[in-house]
């Protein structure tokens, strides 16, 4: 059932926000991990956690897509409150000013450090910045080679962006499409079709594309990642008005769990070898992982409608921090973590700084930018502050 507080208001979703803020800081938690596992990274812990990687394994495959989902609801709700032009150009600038942003500020220091680490780069961090980092091309190469400048974490604000000029077109040519498509869409994910439809969906994107356009997050020829993430961004767009589905999702959040729980232990089992290899069981594996992708995403959402409707300051500073967090989180791991690099200090005790350190450094940033009326856009906030209202008027991404 819904909240009264859901009820009386639907444009502001409360739930929205808090998955939001949880699915951004676990970021956090997700690239400090990187540092541990075998899966490559700008750099690495002299440690190895391999116990880590199913743990990781867990979020991966539905983490990012929720967060695109959630934002096509946002840019529904705010699609409601502008005409398209003003629409397009407010995310315009809400995106793209962060972005050239942390591609010429934030960023640097990632590729510098990985350079410096996988090629014993000699020079300091100016004589990079201003013979190498503005280049233009494709140069040091610990494979792949690193193309630069480069938006490293920050691929996911040009994907939004995309997806939503892209989105603002269709409406442009079509203006009904969205309430005629919603709709229709809408009955057609109905009782248990909500789980089985999507689910056969991200099965065939897992299937067909993943093995000849592996993850790249380089915009172009990035195929699979495209159709996993503009899949999400529509199906959130589409069904953010729609209210008997975010019912359906309510309901469906146990069954939901139960599947996504059967989905990651089947395809865990095969990705781990604990199973013979074959054709079948390779399908199996892709299916399998294509169908949690989708089934976990619907649990979150269900659990987080029935019981993440507690509104209060913690939640109006937490949703007008957490994309400033984003912005500058990475950069702090990959220099905290560098900065400990031959400090001795035990894996648990290197994670536990890097983390704290990423955490006050994201926090001492937003309470800087926010004071600072020039500094905010370039942390893709309002120019003014304002009243953190809830997801429909507070997220840029």
């Known amino acids: 059932m819904s909240t009264p507080q859901q009820a009386s208001n639907p444009e502001r979703r409360v739930d929205l926000d808090w998955v939001r803020i949880l699915a951004f800081g676990l970021l ?3 690239h400090v991990g990187m540092l541990y596992v ?8 002299e440690h190895r956690l391999t116990w ?7 979020l991966n495959p539905w983490r990012l897509s929720l967060l695109f989902l959630v934002s096509g609801v946002a840019s529904r709700i705010m699609l409601g409150k502008y005409r398209l032009a003003a629409f397009a150009r407010a995310r315009s600038v809400r995106l793209l000013v962060p972005l050239a942003f942390g591609m010429l500020v934030i960023v640097p220091p990632q590729s510098y450090l990985q350079i410096v680490e996988s090629l014993g780069y000699p020079a300091g961090f100016a004589d990079y910045y201003l013979q190498h980092y503005l280049s233009f091309s494709a140069q040091f190469c610990p494979s792949p080679c690193i193309v630069q400048p480069t938006w490293n974490h920050l691929w996911f604000v040009v994907y939004l962006w995309v997806y939503t000029l892209a989105l603002a077109g269709v409406l442009l040519v079509w203006p009904a499409a969205a309430d005629w498509i919603g709709k229709r869409l809408a009955v057609a994910l109905t009782g248990r079709w909500l ?9 065939a994107w897992r299937l067909f594309l993943w093995p000849i356009f592996p993850s790249t997050h380089a915009l172009f020829g990035d195929w699979y990642n495209h159709a996993d993430y503009a899949t999400s961004f529509l199906i959130g767009f589409l069904l953010a008005r729609e209210g008997g589905v975010w019912s359906n999702i309510e309901r469906q959040r146990w069954a939901a769990l139960l599947l996504a729980a059967v989905c990651f232990t089947v395809f865990i089992l095969i990705y781990a070898g604990l199973l013979p290899r074959s054709p079948m069981l390779r399908w199996l594996a892709g299916s399998a992982y294509g169908c949690y992708q989708w089934i976990a995403m619907v649990a979150v959402l269900g659990f987080a409608r029935r019981h993440l409707t507690a509104d209060g300051p913690v939640r109006r500073y937490l949703t007008d921090a957490i994309f400033p967090f984003y912005i500058v989180h990475q950069t702090a791991i990959i220099v905290i973590a560098h900065a400990l690099r031959g400090s001795g200090l035990s894996a648990g005790s290197e994670a536990a700084v890097v ?3 990423t955490a006050l450094t994201c926090l001492v940033s937003y309470e800087i930018a926010r004071r600072i009326g020039w500094l ?12 953190a209202g809830g997801i429909a008027q507070n997220q840029p991404a």
């Open 38 to 45: 075998s899966w490559g990274f700008h750099i690495k812990s």
């Open 52 to 58: 880590l990687e199913p743990v990781m394994l867990l």
């Open 28 to 30: 956090i938690f997700y």
């Open 195 to 203: 789980i089985v439809r999507p689910c056969i969906l991200f099965a």
């Open 355 to 357: 983390v704290a350190g």
């Open 376 to 387: 905010r856009p370039l942390f893709g906030l309002r120019m003014a502050p304002h009243s």
